[in-house]
């Protein structure tokens, strides 16, 4: 194995990844660097754990939020009608 | 004069996203539950005087859209109710033997127990953001609750791929320190 063949990662680079695998977004080499990582590295084991869980929660909780455009539109009409009310 | 201060202008930034996650689990419709919500924020302003400060604001803001909740179930079954029960005497006739089956408890199905303790989980995680730093909180909405890439959000806020991914890493930092004590 050559030098250019990095199998061993830093821990910014592993919660970098271990976040971006929350999203979908980690390609299969980057994983399997994550998990080699996870298996020298409690404090990371610690964080890819409880990262997990809340992605989970969310993903259960079936949490919503308004997005920027219905958040503008209340508060247009919020402001109307406080100028309404004075 | 009134001793307790009330501010509508940030009614919105503050409880909007929670009322609505409130609203939504109840009412199932983005569209209604966003009248909902803008029709509380309007009967909360008509009623401000009467705000005595013993709740807190959102806890009196929840009271008022909980009554607009019912009101709206009422005003949906006065009118729709009893045309569905006409569509299902329709039915009857044919199907008669499926209506035992139909009847049975679906095992795949959420039960209503569940449905309860995920609303409430909602409104955990919404009370967790509350707690975010105001950016940090914007840019982990839009990443984890609208799906939006990083792209879109990048553009957006005019931020950087890594800005915004230090900014996800900080959040989920919290939220799950937040969140751990109760829900883990």
């Known amino acids: 194995m050559g030098k250019g063949f990095k199998m061993l990662i830093s821990c910014d680079k592993a919660t970098h990844t271990c976040d971006k695998t929350q999203y979908d977004e980690a390609s299969l080499w980057e994983k399997i660097k994550l998990n080699i990582h996870l298996l020298i590295c409690k404090a990371c084991r610690k964080y890819s754990s409880n990262n997990g869980k809340l992605t989970k929660l969310i993903h259960k909780s079936d949490v919503e939020c308004l997005n920027a455009t219905e958040k503008e539109r209340l508060k247009v009409n919020l402001n109307n009608e406080l100028k309404n009310n004075q | ?184």
Request: with cysteine.
């Open chain 2, 1 to 184: 004069m009134s001793g307790h201060k009330i501010n509508p202008n940030k009614w919105i930034d503050l409880y909007s996203d929670y009322l609505f996650n409130y609203t939504i689990t109840r009412v199932n419709d983005r569209e209604i539950a966003q009248d909902l919500v803008q029709d509380t924020f309007f009967a909360g302003l008509k009623s401000m005087k009467n705000f005595k400060g013993e709740a807190s604001e959102r806890t009196w803001l929840i009271s008022i859209l909980k009554r607009k909740i019912i009101d709206h179930y009422r005003k949906i079954n006065s009118i729709k109710g009893k045309a569905e029960v006409r569509m299902n005497l329709s039915f009857d006739g044919e199907d008669e033997g499926d209506w035992l089956e139909q009847r049975v408890a679906d095992p795949f199905d959420k039960t209503a127990e569940d449905n309860l303790e995920n609303t409430e989980l909602g409104l955990a995680i919404h009370d967790c953001i509350g707690k975010l730093p105001a950016k940090q909180a914007e840019v982990f909405k839009m990443k984890t609750l609208l799906g939006y890439d990083t792209e879109t959000i990048c553009n957006e806020l005019d931020i950087t791929a890594s800005n915004l991914w230090v900014i996800i890493h900080r959040a989920r930092t919290s939220l799950a320190a937040c969140m751990e004590e109760k829900w883990f």
